[in-house]
Every structure is written in C-alpha cells, then in structure tokens.
C-alpha cells in the first residue's frame, strides 16, 4: 500500500510499515487501473451528497465540486494499477470509493510520477496524494531526506495501512541475497523516490571499496521489473505488498521469487497539505466509518491485505 511520497522517506524510517505474513499465494486479484477516472467504485455506485453521512465535514469548496482530486502513481499493483480496460483498481481506489459514499465525493485519480506528487499536492494540482505513501517525519516537516533540508512546508498524513520493503530476484537465482548487506557487489533495480531507494543508498556506503552496490532507479515500479526480468540485474526491491504481488503474477509465478524479510516498519498515509485541516479531518472521520462499518476488512481481504489492517485511522504517526 507501496512506497509514491514522494514515496521518498529516510532508510531509518521507511514509508512502509511491517505486515508480517501477508501471503504471496492467496487471494491477491489481478485487476488495475487507469490514469485518470471519475469511478466511485467497482459497483459503479456514484457518490451523492443527499445519501452521504459525513459530507458536512468537508471543505464546502470540495461539497460543491463533488470531487477530491488525487495524485497517485498508477503502477504500483496491488495498491493502484491499470486493469486491461484502463479502469483505475486496487487497495487505494477501493478505499477512496468506500470513503466517498460516506463524504458524497467521486475520488478521481490522476497518473502522476510518484517523486512528483508532494510537489502536485502543493501546488494544488492535487487536493490529496494516495499511493502507498509512507508517513516520516521528514515529509511532515517538509524535509528533504537526502539533504536534510527543509524544501517545503510539508504535508499531514491520514494513515490508513502498514507495509514492509522486501528484496526479491529472479527465481531459482538468487545470487547468494538473503539481508540488504548481501547486495553489496551486486545491482538493484527499484522506483526512484521510494523507500527501497533510501535502504540502497544507505547501504551503498557501507560496502566495501572493492564491492559496491550499484543502484539504478526508474520512474516506476514495472519498469524496474523488466530490468530485472531481463537479466539487467542482480535484485529489485519494493514495497512487500507489490514484491508479493509481482512474484504471485509476473510470468504465471515463474519470474520472481522473494529473498529474506521485510525490513522498515511504517504506514501509509494520504498526504493533505497542512492549510486543509478540514479536509483531513473530513477523511480521517470516513476512513473511521469505512473501518466500523466493515467495508475496510472486506477490500483488503480482496486483495490478500489483511495483515497490514489498521485499527483506526492516525493523524501523522510516521515516525
């Protein structure tokens, strides 16, 4: 659910939060999504004010509209990706469609590159991001994590789901890559901005002189894959949720398999700029219902996701 974030975090902190067991073989579906739609929901249901409980809440410039436009990185499968038609599927549609009928909002989503969209966010393109973004500190603060600069005035967080960053390779190949300390040597391929890209980094400066890790960063995740997949590279890394995915789907099961644990516990947030406290507090309260009313459990058992479920939705509890 995942590094987007930018998905970008500190290695010490990662965008993704643990899952534990989320198993590969299951019920994770193959569907996806397009780079922009105004679907509600897989029940073509479409939200309205009169029937939604909590519509009140939100910002009366987004009632009457009727849409909450949302930055996201639409490659990033099972979290959000392109089905055959082009429809826009996955954990974060299904949620955003089950918290518009609490708000009375159509979610539409729109493709942008994930390093891109705290940036999209800020400039108002976007009124939220939803891309299995991990909640820091630093993005709260608006700090940049490779510099440690302030580049804005950063972003609240409404968390929603934990994940953990996995290392995976070519199946039956796994080049002696058990612990992130094995790459050293080798070549990884991952999403540029994300979480895995800020482990890679870290660890690239403690291999030795003689053996150094090479990373090579693409705009998504799937790209990443194929460069993989063909043979450019020792091991990828992302988010557990989408190395489970890739290793369920890719080649029928016959292209990946995942090597070692998850590392860099952290959740998922839907980024809103710090000027829209109402609107924060509006999905905070819909993402609550969706979870007592039993919606949550169902999609994310959907999607084989059940181990990464929350409780109750957190303002800013990335650390």
Same mark, same amino acid.
């Given at each position: 659910?995942?590094?987007?974030?930018?998905?970008?975090?500190?290695?010490?902190?990662?965008?993704?939060?643990?899952?534990?067991?989320?198993?590969?073989?299951?019920?994770?579906? /193959?569907?996806?999504?397009?780079?922009?739609?105004?679907?509600?929901?897989?029940?073509?249901?479409?939200?309205?004010?009169?029937?939604?409980?909590?519509?009140?809440?939100?910002?009366?410039?987004?009632?009457?509209?009727?849409?909450?436009?949302?930055?996201?990185?639409?490659?990033?499968?099972?979290?959000?990706?392109?089905?055959?038609?082009?429809?826009?599927?996955?954990?974060?549609?299904?949620?955003?469609?089950?918290?518009?009928?609490?708000?009375?909002?159509?979610?539409?989503?729109?493709?942008?590159?994930?390093?891109?969209?705290?940036?999209? /966010?800020?400039?108002?393109?976007?009124?939220?991001?939803?891309?299995?973004?991990?909640?820091?500190?630093?993005?709260?603060?608006?700090?940049?994590?490779?510099? *440690?600069?302030?580049?804005?005035?950063?972003?609240?967080?409404?968390?929603?789901?934990?994940?953990?960053?996995?290392?995976?390779?070519?199946?039956?190949?796994?080049?002696?890559?058990?612990?992130?300390?094995?790459?050293?040597?080798?070549?990884?391929?991952?999403?540029?901005?994300?979480?895995?890209?800020?482990?890679?980094?870290?660890?690239?400066?403690?291999?030795?002189?003689?053996?150094?890790?090479?990373?090579?960063?693409?705009?998504?995740?799937?790209?990443?894959?194929?460069?993989?997949?063909?043979?450019?590279?020792?091991?990828?890394?992302?988010?557990?949720?989408?190395?489970?995915?890739?290793?369920?789907?890719?080649?029928?099961?016959?292209?990946?398999?995942?090597?070692?644990?998850?590392?860099?516990?952290?959740?998922?947030?839907?980024?809103?700029?710090?000027?829209?406290?109402?609107?924060?507090?509006?999905?905070?309260?819909?993402?609550?219902?969706?979870?007592?009313?039993?919606?949550?459990?169902?999609?994310?058992?959907?999607?084989?996701?059940?181990?990464?479920?929350?409780?109750?939705?957190?303002?800013? *509890?990335?650390?």
């Amino acid at each position: 659910m995942t590094a987007r974030s930018t998905r970008r975090t500190t290695a010490a902190h990662s965008r993704l939060a643990a899952v534990g067991a989320i198993a590969v073989a299951g019920t994770l579906l /193959l569907t996806g999504c397009g780079d922009q739609t105004k679907d509600s929901g897989s029940d073509g249901e479409t939200a309205t004010t009169t029937s939604a409980p909590l519509a009140d809440k939100l910002p009366k410039s987004i009632r009457d509209k009727g849409v909450i436009k949302v930055g996201s990185d639409i490659a990033y499968a099972p979290v959000e990706f392109k089905d055959s038609s082009g429809k826009t599927v996955g954990i974060d549609p299904d949620l955003a469609a089950a918290m518009g009928k609490q708000l009375g909002v159509t979610f539409q989503f729109e493709n942008g590159t994930f390093d891109t969209l705290i940036t999209g /966010l800020r400039s108002k393109r976007y009124d939220i991001a939803m891309s299995a973004m991990t909640d820091t500190k630093d993005r709260q603060e608006g700090i940049d994590s490779d510099t *440690g600069k302030k580049v804005g005035e950063g972003v609240d967080f409404v968390d929603y789901f934990t994940a953990g960053v996995s290392i995976y390779t070519k199946k039956g190949d796994d080049q002696g890559i058990k612990t992130w300390s094995d790459l050293c040597g080798k070549k990884i391929v991952l999403q540029r901005g994300t979480v895995s890209e800020d482990l890679a980094k870290a660890e690239a400066k403690k291999c030795p002189a003689n053996k150094k890790l090479s990373i090579e960063a693409f705009d998504n995740d799937q790209q990443a894959q194929t460069r993989l997949r063909a043979g450019g590279a020792d091991a990828g890394s992302s988010d557990f949720p989408v190395a489970a995915y890739a290793v369920k789907t890719s080649g029928g099961g016959k292209d990946f398999q995942i090597v070692g644990d998850q590392v860099e516990a952290a959740p998922y947030g839907i980024a809103v700029a710090k000027d829209q406290t109402q609107l924060r507090d509006a999905l905070k309260a819909a993402l609550d219902a969706v979870i007592d009313n039993g919606e949550y459990e169902k999609i994310l058992q959907k999607w084989g996701v059940t181990d990464g479920a929350v409780k109750e939705a957190t303002i800013n *509890g990335g650390k």
